[in-house]
């Protein structure tokens, strides 16, 4: 262990909480373990981890938390006993939750004492410990930069704001992207494989296409702060009408439309707001009010 490295309390050890308390002890910090099953913490404690066998000892143990448990009410289960010993310490939740959620741990923390970041994890365990993958705080920014070194461990840690439940509503913005590319993609794939071709030879070429996505996207991003959509490159009008091919041969190939049916009647409810004539990125005007088609 180095002793110029804090040392770091690790609570839960699933699949994600043992990847970080792992990655931790590989860059030499002094890391304490505590989970329910304390079985679970035997690969650690061979690898140099100190078991801790309560909440309460494990909290003691180190300047800085890291909380990583099922949800949100597990969370309060581990360290409502524990609260006497936060005073003084910086909780880090990287424990999936909402943002009204992390609101509530954020005041709880506070009224023990303890400095409050809320985390997002964006990546699957064989991904902690890459500086390539985000790890997106919000909360107390003193504490953020007084953690950053050991944040920095765990991935590329990115600050979202003060408001404690930012990095929860990105995680969750970001998930919904990520969900509607991997579907999208999927789609295409039934699509294209409908005429036998691979999914093999179809992603490269998707891929590829993404690139293009994502310039519409920094395209679209000012328009949208703006709240003003020239439609010089193709307007809602256009984009219906080349919905309308998808959805066309999609049915002729027995593949399924619930899909590219639900953004026709995204574009749809635009147009019907008055924004034909206008750039795609105003559909989310219509996105922005549930229901709403004016």
């Known amino acids: 262990m180095r002793s110029d490295l804090p040392s770091v309390t690790v609570l839960g050890l699933g699949s994600m909480g043992s990847a970080l308390a792992a990655v931790l002890l590989e860059r030499g910090h ?3 373990v505590w989970n329910r099953s304390a079985d679970k913490a035997r690969p650690l404690v061979e690898r140099g981890a100190r078991l801790a066998a309560t909440p309460e000892e494990a909290v003691a143990a180190s300047p800085v938390v890291i909380a990583c448990v099922l949800d ?19 909780l880090v939740n990287l424990t999936s939750c909402s943002p009204e959620q992390a609101g509530e741990a954020d005041a709880w923390a506070g009224s023990h004492g303890a400095d409050y970041l809320d985390g997002a994890i964006m990546t699957t365990p064989p991904g ?16 953020f930069e007084a953690h950053r070194p050991t944040l920095a461990s ?47 030879a179809f992603t490269p070429v998707a891929i590829r296409w993404l690139t293009a996505v994502a310039g519409f996207m920094t395209t679209y991003a000012p328009q949208v702060d703006a709240g003003f959509y020239p439609g010089d490159d193709a307007t809602v009008d256009v984009q219906i009408a080349a919905v309308d091919h998808l959805i066309h041969a999609a049915e002729a190939r027995g593949v399924d439309n619930a899909l590219p049916e639900l953004l026709k009647s995204a574009m749809e409810r635009a147009r019907a707001a008055g924004h034909g004539s206008d750039s795609y990125a105003s559909v989310i005007e219509v996105l922005k009010k549930r229901g709403s088609t004016a």
Do not use: C, I, N, Q
Not at 72 to 90: E, N, Q, S
Not at 128 to 143: D, T
């Open 154 to 200: 765990l991935g590329d840690p990115l600050y979202m704001g003060a408001e404690p439940g930012l990095a929860s509503l990105y995680d969750a913005a970001l998930l919904g992207l990520m969900w509607s590319t991997l579907t999208g993609g999927l789609h295409g794939t039934a699509l294209v494989g409908a005429e036998k071709t691979p999914a093999t």
């Open 72 to 90: 949100h009410a597990a969370l309060r289960a581990v360290l409502d006993p524990a609260a006497g010993a936060l005073a003084g310490k910086t």
């Open 128 to 143: 902690v410990g890459s500086p390539e993958m985000m790890f997106l705080y919000s909360g107390s920014r003193a504490a």
């Open 30 to 32: 002094e890391t304490t």
